[in-house]
């Protein structure tokens, strides 16, 4: 990624291309005054998008739910998207695509949206990682199924994540499982079913292509989990569209099965980083 | 108002004094990427600011509590300040002071803060307003002691609000009221007394100084009020920095004694505005 000079980057803000560097917005942006936007954020890998039909799908979803009028149509969108990727020709990178409630003359009703492109350096492993830590929070995102801007509560744990030396935070709402702020959580039950919380959480892409690999192998099943279910459970992951696949060890004090990555762990990564990779 | 020219207006962003029309930051800004930020807002009148040391003990508090370092000290804030309305020259007005979580390389982590001030014209009345109506809406904002960018569900819910034809919602957790978005809610119940929520609500200063004026005519109680209590209520109102007092006479199907501004309302309402004009 070195040889890249990433100053030299292109985004656009609505239907103008600039150097990333003097991407800007006026401070009256819904985002900045009522934290109010939505976004999505896809992989280009040999720069082609990953997935990029799912998380237009999702991006679209979650600017309807929010009521925000996206200002290009999908086709134009996509037209915009290959038109940076093609300028900047960042083989590996990732494309954040954000949806702003824009300049609201009253600081508070929605306007004519913002349209945020911007593509940036992504680090991606195609080798399985240790397994992470967690530690569980009580907290339910609000409008779950909506990709929002908001991770108020995400990015205010974060000193206490690092001064539990874990890697992230599980959320639930009292004693269900959701998700992690930027992940899907899932376990295999001690029937060796794969499981992943279904309510009040976002529908991942990877969380979607992953239960499609599963399903081929084993039991799937969008079902609650309990932090109690933790204690039985014999293998836990995350997954993400940056993370693919990441083993989880322990949650709070209760380790999974024997602390190492298990069996399925591993031949899921393997499948999904075959697909993703392709 | 009309005699100002609002686009010749200056804003502050960090140590630069520049025009509010130029007014912008980069969109890596975590209140753009992350919706992390706190403000708060006070008027000017007579070109002084009104309950400013009050505003500036919540501003900073909200900071601390958010973990967000102001660049600038309490006196030199206090400065800028003055200087901008000095500048501005815009005698009735209100200020707003924005501190996000800066240009994070991550994209999610607290960085060094950006400090913006802007001042815009400000409408007030000195007369009582006719009563509003409210909906109920079950929602609890995230840190709620602390004047986070967070309206999320506030401005998500304004069709919803407009639909109804009512003035705006009022939060409740499973039937306890804690605060309308954007104001402190307050009743005289049944034997006279003045009851506003104290838990999970924003600490107003409007609802501070409400508090202290009310103090010497009547009883004054800081407690939790539930919807079953609106159905006795003989008065209730909702007050902020902006609206001052504002008659509340229906949420959602209960109407509010016989529908009109009670005789505490209009007291009460008579003295804000005498001390707030004084």
Redesign the interface.
């Known amino acids: 990624m070195q040889s890249y000079t990433v100053s030299k980057l292109l985004?656009r803000?609505n239907n103008t291309l600039l150097p990333a560097?003097d991407?800007?917005?006026?401070?009256?942006?819904?985002?900045?005054?009522?934290?109010?936007?939505i976004f999505d954020f896809f992989k280009i890998i040999h720069n082609r998008p990953v997935f990029l039909k799912e998380h237009l799908d999702r991006f679209f979803a979650s600017a309807r739910a929010?009521?925000l009028h996206c200002p290009l149509s999908r086709e134009a969108l996509i037209q915009a998207i290959e038109e940076l990727i093609q300028k900047n020709d960042l083989p590996q990178s990732g494309m954040?695509l954000?949806l702003?409630?824009g300049y609201a003359a009253d600081?508070?009703?929605?306007h004519e949206p913002n349209l945020?492109l911007?593509q940036q350096p992504l680090q991606l492993t195609k080798e399985l990682q240790p397994g992470i830590r967690l530690i569980t929070h009580e907290?339910q995102r609000?409008?779950p199924h909506v990709k929002?801007?908001?991770?108020?509560?995400?990015?205010?744990l974060?000193?206490h994540i690092r001064q539990q030396e874990v890697a992230d935070v599980l959320y639930h709402q009292q004693g269900i499982i959701t998700e992690c702020p930027r992940s899907n959580f899932f376990i295999v039950n001690k029937h060796n079913e794969l499981v992943t919380p279904s309510l009040n959480i976002l529908a991942g892409i990877t969380r979607k292509k992953l239960l499609e690999l599963a399903a081929g192998s084993m039991t799937v099943k969008e079902a609650p989990v309990t932090i109690a279910d933790l204690r039985e459970a014999k293998e836990a992951f995350v997954t993400s569209t940056t993370k693919h696949l990441l083993p989880v060890i322990q949650i709070d004090d209760i380790t999974i099965a024997d602390g190492h990555a298990g069996p399925v762990t591993s031949a899921l990564f393997g499948e999904l980083i075959n697909m993703v990779f392709s």
Do not use: E
Request: charged share 10%.
């Open positions: 985004s803000i560097a991407a800007h917005i006026h401070i009256s942006d819904m985002s900045v005054q009522r934290g109010y936007g929010m009521r954040r954000t702003t409630g600081g508070y009703s929605i945020l911007v907290h609000q409008l929002s801007i908001d991770y108020l509560m995400a990015v205010w974060q000193p």
